[in-house]
C-alpha cells in the first residue's frame, strides 16, 4: 500500500514538474517575440497620428478671426474716441465748425468769389415787391410818412414782413449797423468801389466781414420805422459807387 501511495505522489509531483516547464518555456518564448519587436523598431502598441500640427492649423486662424473683429485695445480706443466726441469741446468745436461753413468765411470763401461789380453788370433784386419810392438826387419826391418832399437816394421796395432778403450780388459783408430812418441795414462791398445797402432787415444772417454769394439770405423785412409807417413794411435799397449815389434800377435784372 505504501508503495503505491509513493509511486502516486512521485507521479503528482512530475506532472507539476512538467507543466511549470512548460510554462516557463512559453514565457522564454514571449519574452524573445517581444525583444525581436524592438529590435526591429517596430512597437507592438498601435501608433497616433501626432494631432499637435491639426490644433496649430485651427487655432491660427481663430487667432486672426480676432485680429480682424478687434481686440481689448480696439474697443477701448474705440471707446475713447466716442467719450471725446461727446464731450463738451468737442461738440462746441462741431458747432463753432457748423457756424463758419454756414456764414462762409475763410480764405477759400474770399477765393472762390469774385467781387469784380462794374457798370456792365447787373444785380438780383433784393425782395421782388412794388417800387413806391423811386431814387431822385436831382430833384425832390413826396415821402407820406414825413408828409413832406425830399431827396431820396436809394428806392424803396414794397414787401410783407418777414419776407426774406437776398444779396444783389457776390460781395463782403463791409458793415452792419443801424439807425431810426431805415433800422437794421447791411453794407455790402461788391468791388470796384460799388457798394449795396439794404435797410429795414431783421433776423440777420450774416456777419462783419463774410464773404457772401449773390441770392444768399441777409435777412428778412422788418417792421416799418416810424418815417415809413405810412407807406408799410418794405426794403431800403441804395447804390453807390465811389461813395456817391446812383440810381440801382439802372442796374437791375
Known amino acids: ?80 474716441e466716442m467719450q471725446v466726441a461727446d464731450s463738451p469741446k468737442a461738440t462746441a468745436k462741431q458747432e463753432d465748425q457748423t457756424q463758419a461753413v454756414k456764414a462762409g468765411t475763410g480764405k477759400n470763401a474770399a477765393q472762390s468769389l469774385t467781387l469784380n461789380f462794374s457798370d456792365a453788370s447787373r ?17 425832390t419826391i413826396y415821402f407820406p410818412t414825413l408828409d413832406q418832399y425830399k431827396c431820396n437816394p436809394g428806392i424803396v421796395i414794397q414787401e410783407d414782413v418777414s419776407t426774406p432778403v437776398v444779396a444783389p450780388a457776390n460781395a463782403k459783408v463791409e458793415k452792419i449797423s443801424s439807425n431810426e430812418e431805415i433800422g437794421n441795414y447791411v453794407i455790402l462791398n461788391m468791388g470796384n468801389e460799388y457798394k449795396a445797402i439794404c435797410g429795414q432787415l431783421k433776423e440777420l444772417q450774416v456777419v462783419e466781414n463774410e464773404y457772401i454769394k449773390e441770392g444768399q439770405v441777409l435777412g428778412y423785412v422788418a417792421e416799418p420805422t416810424k418815417y415809413y409807417s405810412v407807406e408799410g413794411a418794405n426794403v431800403f435799397f441804395e447804390l453807390t459807387h465811389k461813395d456817391k449815389s446812383i440810381d440801382p434800377l439802372d442796374y437791375m435784372e
Open 1 to 80: 500500500m505504501k508503495d503505491k501511495v509513493s509511486q502516486l505522489f512521485k507521479d503528482k509531483v512530475f506532472l507539476v514538474l512538467l507543466v511549470l516547464g512548460l510554462l516557463t518555456i512559453v514565457a522564454a518564448a514571449g519574452v524573445i517575440t517581444v525583444q525581436r519587436g524592438n529590435g526591429a523598431g517596430e512597437s507592438p502598441y498601435l501608433q497616433v497620428p501626432d494631432q499637435s500640427g491639426m490644433i496649430v492649423e485651427e487655432t491660427a486662424p481663430q487667432k486672426t478671426q480676432g485680429a480682424v473683429a478687434g481686440n481689448s485695445n480696439a474697443a477701448k480706443n474705440l471707446e475713447e
Open 123 to 139: 444785380m438780383t433784386w433784393p425782395v421782388r415787391g412794388n417800387v413806391i419810392l423811386d431814387y431822385n438826387m436831382e430833384s
